[in-house]
C-alpha cells in the first residue's frame, strides 16, 4: 500500500536515507568512498573545528603531502554529530583564497584612502606598540578599545586586560543577541545559551518568532528541530516571510512587521485567562503573577487582530495549542533579536510566555546545560587594575556585556571618556554597526586602528596597520566549551602549515605583549603548550584531546527539574521574575508594555533582512566554494505588489532609503507570494565594497547601506535596525 505522503513522512525518509548512506557497503569501485581512498593512500587525519560560523561544529581534516585535501564532519562532536553544513563544507575555500592577507600592512596613505605598504611583523607590530604607549601615555590604558568576533579574539582580550583597558566588546551583544539574553536574564537569572538550550528534539510545539532557524543552519539546532518534527511536534512560525523554517511549519503566521509584542502580549493574557498556565510550577518558582494578569489585561485578541492582521481567532487556537502541549512547549528566544528598540522587553514578553507554560527546566522546553569548564592557565600574575574612568555604558543599565554603541559614541564625543584606539579582531564593522557614517566619523576620530583579519574585508581599509591572521585551518586557538546536556570541550589544531606570513593570534599577542613589557602574562612558549597546561589544569587529558578533537564529560545530573534536582534561579528573588523590580527600579516597564513602532510611508516597504544558508554574511561571500554556488543576493518582493509596481522577476532595481541614500549597486527582483506586501527582504553580507575581495566585490546590494537609522535600546544599548524603509527605482 503506498505510503502517503507528508512532511513528517518527509522528514523520516531523509532521516533514514542520511542514515542509510553510511551503511552502504557494496558500491562499485570506482565509487569507493573517500574515506576508504583516504585509507588506502594513507593520509593523515587532523582534528579541529569549524569556524565558518560561531557554532564550531567538529571536523577532521584529511591531509596529503602538507594539503587539506578534503574534510568531513567529527562524529564525536556535539555541536554537529559528524555532519557539517555546506559553508562547514566548503573549508578549503576559505583556506585556499587567494585574496587572502598575506602579510603585515602599513597604511601610509590616509585613512580610509589607504596606500599600503607591505610591512615585516617586526615593523607592524613595533609601530602598534609605538602608538598604543602614546595613547596610554596621554589618555590612559582605558581609551583602547577591543572589537572582536570568533575564537582568536580570546588572545586579544587577554592583552588589553594585561595592558590595563576593560573595553573590549563584540557586535553580537549590541547588533544580536543582547536583548534577548538580557530579556531572559531579567526574567530567569540566565540566559538561553549559545548554542541555546533548546530541547527541541523531544518538544511536542514549537513557535518561533522572526527566526532564521535552517537558513542559519546551526548544525546541530537543526537536527534536533527536524527531529523533533519527525516525531510529531507541532511548528508554529511568526514571520512577515515563509522563511525556510516557515515552510516546515503547521501554521505561517504572517506577522505585520513591528507588532510581535502585540502577539506575545495576547497570548500571556489568553493562557493566563483561560487558566492554561501550570499554575503548581507558578506558584513554586515564579513572582509577580497576579500584576502581571492585571497589567495584560488591555491586551485582548480583538485588539491584537487589529495591531498583527493576525485573524483572533487563529491567536486564540495557537494559543490553546501551546496550553495543551505544555510543558513540553519551546516558545524560540530567537538569536537576531535587534529589530525596534524594545527587544528586551520583547524578549522578556517570550520569557514570561514560557514560564506561564512551564517550560523552563522541562522536557521538551529548556533543558539545563552540564555544568563545568576549563581552568584558565595557571600561575599568570593578576590584571593591573582599571583606571578610575567613568563606564561607558552608563547609560545603560542593563548592558551585561559593553557596547559597540557607547565604545562609538565615545570615540566621537569624548564622552564619558575619549576613546582614540581600535582594536578590530574578526569583525567587519562597516557592515555589521549600523548607520556608516558616524562608524566612519569615530574612526577619523582614532589616532590607531589595528585590523586583525583574514581576509581584506570592508573594514580593512580604515585600518593604519593589517595584521594577516593565519586561518582557523591553520592555528591553535582558544579551548571551546560547549554547554549541552553534557559537556563538550574542543580542541582546534593546525591541520597544515600557515600559508604566506600570516601567524595565529596566540604568537601575534604574545610578541606583541612582549614588546609592550608584559612577557609576564604571555609565558607559553607556544599554542599547544598554552592549550596542555590548561587541560591539565582542569584534568583533562591533552593526548586525547589531540587525537579527537573533542572530549564529552557526561553530566549526571538531570537536564530537567526533579524532586532532587530544582532549579536555581539568579533573579534578586531568586523566582521567575514575571514583574521586574529589578527594572521598575530604574524607570523601565516592569511587565512588557506594547508600544506601535513607526510604519513605511507611502512607496516605501520596511527594510527586512536575514541570513542565507550558504553563507555567514560577509565571512564567506568571498569563498569561491560557496561563490559558486550563490554569488549575490535577491530582493524579495510580494508577487502582487510588484507586478502592480511593473516589476518582473529577475530584473534588477536599486534601492533608496528614509533618507534619501541609494544603495551603491543593483540587486535582483525576487517575486514571491512568501513576502508580505509591505517589507521587502534580502540577504545580509553582500553588496561588499572592498576591492580585495574579488569574488564579492559589487555582487548585489547591501542592507548596510540603507540602514542609516536605528533606535537604541534604552535597557541594555542594542541597536535596532529595522525601523528602515526603502523605495524600490527600477532601471539599475
Ligand atoms: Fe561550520 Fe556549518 Fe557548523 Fe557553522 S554550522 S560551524 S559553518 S559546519
Given at each position: 500500500m503506498p505510503t502517503k505522503f507528508s512532511r513528517r513522512t518527509f522528514l523520516k525518509a531523509a532521516g533514514a536515507l542520511t542514515a542509510g548512506v553510511a551503511a552502504v557497503?557494496?558500491?562499485?569501485k570506482k565509487y569507493l568512498s573517500w574515506a576508504e581512498e583516504a585509507a588506502q593512500k594513507d593520509m593523515k587525519q587532523i582534528p579541529t573545528f569549524c569556524e565558518?560560523?560561531?557554532?564550531?561544529c567538529g571536523l577532521i581534516a584529511k591531509v596529503e603531502n602538507n594539503k587539506v585535501v578534503k574534510i568531513d564532519g567529527n562524529p564525536?562532536?556535539?555541536?554537529g554529530r559528524g555532519r557539517l553544513c555546506g559553508r562547514g563544507n566548503a573549508a578549503l575555500g576559505a583556506l585556499y583564497?587567494?585574496?587572502?592577507?598575506?602579510f603585515p600592512l602599513i597604511n601610509v596613505g590616509k585613512r580610509g584612502e589607504p596606500v599600503w605598504k607591505r610591512a615585516t611583523w617586526e615593523e607592524a607590530l613595533n609601530l602598534i606598540t609605538e602608538k598604543m604607549n602614546l595613547i596610554k601615555g596621554k589618555?590612559?590604558?582605558?581609551?583602547l578599545a577591543l572589537f572582536s568576533h570568533g575564537t582568536g579574539g580570546a588572545f586579544w582580550k587577554h592583552l588589553l586586560k594585561s595592558y590595563g583597558c576593560s573595553n573590549y566588546t563584540a557586535?553580537?551583544?549590541?547588533?544580536?543577541r543582547g536583548p534577548r539574553d538580557m530579556g531572559f536574564y531579567l526574567t530567569y537569572g540566565s540566559d538561553v545559551g549559545s548554542?541555546?538550550?533548546?530541547?527541541f528534539s523531544k518538544s511536542r510545539y514549537i513557535v518561533l518568532l522572526g527566526s532564521h532557524l535552517g537558513e542559519n543552519v546551526h548544525n546541530s539546532q537543526v537536527q534536533d528541530i527536524t527531529k523533533g518534527l519527525a516525531d510529531g511536534a507541532q511548528l508554529t512560525v511568526v514571520d512577515p516571510r515563509l522563511s525556510n523554517i516557515a515552510s516546515k511549519a503547521d501554521r505561517w503566521l504572517p506577522i505585520k512587521p513591528a507588532t510581535d509584542m502585540a502577539l506575545l502580549l495576547a497570548w500571556i493574557r489568553i493562557i493566563i485567562e483561560e487558566g492554561l498556565y501550570d499554575k503548581e510550577y507558578i506558584e513554586k518558582y515564579a513572582s509577580g503573577f497576579d500584576e502581571l494578569r492585571t497589567a495584560v489585561q488591555q491586551y485582548t485578541p480583538q485588539w491584537a487582530e487589529t495591531e498583527t492582521t493576525i485573524p483572533s481567532d487563529t491567536i486564540v487556537k495557537v494559543a490553546r495549542e501551546m496550553g495543551k502541549n505544555a510543558p513540553h512547549v519551546c516558545v524560540g528566544a530567537g538569536?537576531?533579536?535587534?529589530?525596534?528598540?524594545?527587544d528586551t522587553q520583547r524578549s522578556r514578553a517570550i520569557a514570561i510566555l514560557n514560564a506561564l507554560l512551564g517550560s523552563w527546566g522541562r522536557e521538551g522546553g529548556y533543558f539545563f546545560p552540564a555544568k563545568g569548564g576549563v581552568p584558565e592557565y595557571p600561575g599568570l600574575p593578576a590584571y593591573p587594575p582599571h583606571e578610575d574612568v567613568p563606564k561607558l555604558?552608563?547609560?545603560?543599565?542593563?548592558?551585561a556585556l559593553q557596547t559597540t554603541t557607547s565604545i562609538k559614541h565615545a570615540s566621537i564625543t569624548g564622552l564619558p571618556h575619549p576613546i582614540k584606539g581600535w582594536f578590530i579582531y574578526g569583525c567587519n564593522l562597516m557592515k555589521t554597526m549600523p548607520d556608516k557614517q558616524e562608524t566612519i566619523k569615530a574612526l577619523q576620530n582614532l589616532e590607531l586602528v589595528v585590523a586583525i583579519d583574514v581576509l581584506p574585508a570592508d573594514?580593512?581599509?580604515?585600518?593604519d596597520v593589517v595584521l594577516p591572521e593565519c586561518t582557523y585551518m591553520e592555528r591553535y586557538d582558544n579551548i571551546n566549551v560547549g554547554k549541552f546536556k553534557d559537556l563538550e570541550i574542543s580542541l582546534r589544531q593546525p591541520t597544515v602549515e600557515p600559508l604566506w606570513e600570516s601567524k595565529p593570534s596566540w604568537w601575534i599577542t604574545k610578541e606583541l605583549g612582549g614588546k609592550l613589557g608584559l612577557s609576564a602574562y604571555f609565558p607559553w612558549k607556544d599554542g599547544e603548550e598554552y592549550l596542555s597546561k590548561r587541560c591539565e589544569a582542569g584534568g583533562i587529558d591533552f593526548a586525547t584531546l589531540k587525537k579527537n578533537g573533542v572530549i564529552v564529560k557526561t553530566d549526571k545530573s538531570a537536564p530537567y527539574i526533579t524532586a532532587d534536582n530544582q532549579p536555581e534561579f539568579g533573579t534578586p528573588s531568586g523566582k521567575i521574575e514575571l514583574y521586574s523590580k529589578q527594572l521598575e527600579e530604574k524607570g523601565f516597564d516592569p511587565v512588557p508594555k506594547y508600544t506601535k513602532h513607526p510604519q513605511p510611508p507611502a512607496g516605501h516597504f520596511r527594510l527586512l533582512f536575514g541570513r542565507a544558508s550558504l553563507h555567514t554574511f560577509s565571512r564567506t561571500t568571498n569563498n569561491f566554494m560557496l561563490a559558486d554556488l550563490q554569488k549575490e543576493n535577491a530582493l524579495w518582493v510580494n508577487e502582487k505588489k510588484g507586478k502592480e509596481l511593473g516589476l518582473k522577476n529577475g530584473e534588477y532595481v536599486t534601492l533608496v532609503n528614509q533618507d534619501g541614500v541609494m544603495a551603491p549597486g543593483r540587486i535582483k527582483v525576487k517575486l514571491t507570494q512568501?513576502?508580505?506586501?509591505d517589507a521587502v527582504y534580502m540577504y545580509h553580507g553582500?553588496?561588499?565594497?572592498?576591492?580585495?575581495?574579488t569574488r564579492a566585490n559589487n555582487q548585489g546590494i547591501a542592507d548596510d547601506d540603507l540602514i542609516t537609522k536605528y533606535v537604541i535600546?534604552?535597557?541594555?544599548g542594542g541597536t535596532a535596525m529595522r525601523g528602515n524603509f526603502v523605495k524600490i527605482v527600477k532601471g539599475a
Open positions: 557497503t557494496t558500491v562499485p565558518l560560523c560561531f557554532w564550531n564525536l562532536s556535539l555541536r583564497d587567494p585574496d587572502r592577507l598575506k589618555y590612559g590604558a582605558e581609551s557586535p553580537s551583544f549590541a547588533q544580536c548554542p541555546e538550550y533548546y530541547d538569536r537576531y533579536a535587534v529589530w525596534y528598540g524594545d555604558d552608563v547609560a545603560y543599565p542593563f548592558a573594514i580593512i581599509a580604515w585600518a512568501r513576502m508580505r506586501d553582500f553588496g561588499v565594497h572592498a576591492k580585495g575581495l535600546d534604552p535597557i541594555m
